[in-house]
C-alpha cells in the first residue's frame, strides 16, 4: 500500500493519522521533536511492524533511508497558546520544516500533502469560507506568526508543484476535536470540558457571539485521506460546516458533562476570528466526503477520554 512519512505524527492529529495510514495496510515513519506532541499518543503503535519512529526536528535536517510513496507534513504548534509561546519554532517549522519536507518528496517522488489551516483565512470577510477566498490576515499580529507561517507553506508548496514537478497536495484544516487533544493546549474543545468536569467557570471570550464549527478526528482523517488519494493540486477544505456559537457551544459542553460550574465572560483576544464555517462543496464533489459523526456523538467520546485524564492529573 506504500511507505508514508508522517511529520507532527506523535501530536493529535498526527497520532490518528498514523491509526489510520497502518490500518489500511500503509508503513508508516513517525517524525517528532515533542514540542507540543506527545509520546503517549503513539505508544501503543510501537511493536507494530508497520511502525518506526525517528525523534528529529524537521527544520534542521531529514533523512529517511530507503523508498517513501507519501510525505504528509503536520509538524507545527497548532493552538493559539502553543504559537503565542513558540512564535519562533512556528514560523521554523512552517517554513524551513515545509522546505525540508518538500526535498525529501522531490528526492524521494513522493506524492506530498502539508497540513494548512482555515487560519489562512484570518479574520474573514466572506462567509462561509471558500477556498478561492484569499483572507484577511494581520501578518504583524499575535497569531500573524501561524497564520503566514502556513500562508507560506501553501506557496512554497504550489512552487514546488509547478516549478520542481512534486506531486502535492494542500488540506485547509477547520477547528477539530477527539481524543488525544492536550488538556491545556488552550483551544476551545479541552479547556471548557477540562473547566466543565472540574465544576469551574467556563470562560468564554467576548459575548461569545462568534461562530466555530466542529469536526470529529475520524471524519476529519478520512477527509485528509481521501485528498491525498485523489488528483486534486488546489486548497480544499476539510471540516464540519455545522456552526454554532462559542456560548452554544459552552452550554453544550455543560449539558454532555452534567456540570452547573457558570460561564464567565472575558475581554476578546487579538484577532480572534468572529466567524469560522467551512465551504465543503469541493470536498463532497471531489472527494466524495463530508462529516458523518454528529457533535453530540463526537463530544461524548472526547468528554469520556478527558474524564480519564482529569483523573490521572488529579481533577
Known sequence: MGRALITGG???????????????????????????????????????????????????????????DYVLHFASPASPIDYLEKPIQTLKVGSL????????????????????TSEVYGDPLIHPQREDYWGNVNPVGPRGVYDEAKRFAEAMTMA???????????????????????????????????????NEPLTVFGDGSQTRSFCYVSDLVDGIYRLLMSNEVQPTNIGNPAELTVLQFAEEIKKLTGSTAPIEFRPLPVDDPKVRKPDITKARTLLGWEPKVALDEGLGRTIAYFRGVVGRDGG
Open 10 to 68: 506523535a501530536g493529535f492529529l498526527g497520532s490518528h493519522l498514523c491509526d489510520l495510514f497502518l490500518a489500511r495496510g500503509h508503513e508508516v515513519i513517525c517524525m517528532d521533536n515533542f514540542l507540543t506532541g506527545s509520546p503517549n499518543n503513539i505508544a501503543h503503535l510501537f511493536g507494530n511492524p508497520g511502525f518506526s519512529f525517528i525523534k528529529n526536528d524537521v527544520t534542521t535536517y531529514i533523512h529517511i533511508d530507503g523508498p517513501l
Open 97 to 116: 520544516g515545509t522546505h525540508k519536507t518538500l526535498g525529501v518528496a522531490k528526492d524521494k517522488k513522493a506524492r506530498y500533502l502539508i497540513a494548512s
Open 160 to 198: 514546488y508543484h509547478t516549478f520542481h514537478g512534486v506531486e502535492t497536495r494542500i488540506v485547509r484544516i477547520f477547528n477539530t476535536y477527539g481524543e488525544r487533544m492536550r488538556l491545556n493546549d488552550g483551544r476551545v474543545v479541552p479547556a471548557f470540558i477540562a473547566q466543565a468536569l472540574r
